[in-house]
T-cell receptor, first 109, second 114 residues
Framework: RKEVEQDPGPFNVPEGATVAFNCTYS??????FFWYRQDCRKEPKLLMS???SGNEDGRFTAQLNRASQYISLLIRDSKLSDSATYLC??????????FGTGTRLKVLA | GAGVSQSPSNKVTEKGKDVELRCDPI?????LYWYRQSLGQGLEFLIY????????KSGLPSDRFSAERTGGSVSTLTIQRTQQEDSAVYLC????????????FGPGTRLTVL
């Protein structure tokens, strides 16, 4: 079993739709969680950290469920510019970051 | 402030040649990471530095790969006797002190081995 698993997609959604991604992780001792966004042929960029209480940044909401060992990302009112690959990242130990292989999102006009 | 920078941005080399890739982390970041990403694939961890030490080199694919970091800042990743399967984007990231701090990525070096 992979340490971090994501549905690769692609998720094809119309503009304005709400879309949600989940990511499961296997190490119950993981402490920190992030969502990164990666555009084609670009480096990953931090989208948001994921806090235990859940957090929201504009149209983006991230949640953590420690009991079931998953994190989620909800995007409301999708824009064409949201089209990208979304990477789930989980820390392991004091320094290691484990990356999921990403979920591709395509927002269609 | 300045982000993570990498050079060169693109490198085309012939099979069997050595290449050196450079990473300048964000000033003050003690943790530095190298990853490799092949086309359409996820990030593959290569090596982690804390200061000038590399406590985890477990991701280096073979002894043709080596890395060093000097002055707690710049890092170079060296690939000797390059092979076609080494073709990938090599990404460097830094964070303030390691996990759980946020990692910031450089733009990567796209390596093509002919």
């Amino acid at each position: 079993r992979k340490e971090v698993e994501q549905d690769p997609g692609p998720f094809n959604v119309p503009e304005g739709a709400t879309v949600a991604f989940n990511c499961t992780y296997s190490n119950s001792a993981s402490q920190s969680f992030f969502w990164y966004r990666q555009d084609c042929r670009k480096e990953p960029k931090l989208l948001m950290s994921v806090y235990s209480s859940g957090n929201e940044d504009g149209r983006f909401t991230a949640q953590l469920n420690r009991a079931s060992q998953y994190i989620s990302l909800l995007i409301r009112d999708s824009k064409l510019s949201d089209s990208a690959t979304y990477l789930c990242v989980v820390t392991s130990g004091t320094y290691k970051y484990i990356f999921g292989t990403g979920t591709r999102l395509k927002v269609l006009a | 402030g300045a982000g993570v920078s990498q050079s060169p941005s693109n490198k085309v080399t012939e099979k069997g040649k050595d290449v050196e890739l450079r990473c300048d982390p964000i000033s003050g970041h003690t943790a530095l990471y190298w990853y490799r990403q092949s086309l359409g694939q996820g990030l593959e961890f290569l090596i982690y530095f804390q200061g000038n030490s590399a406590p985890d080199k477990s991701g280096l694919p073979s002894d043709r790969f080596s890395a060093e970091r000097t002055g707690g800042s710049v890092s170079t990743l060296t690939i000797q006797r390059t092979q076609q399967e080494d073709s990938a984007v090599y990404l460097c990231a830094s964070s303030l002190a390691g996990g759980p701090d946020t990692q910031y990525f450089g733009p990567g070096t796209r390596l093509t081995v002919l």
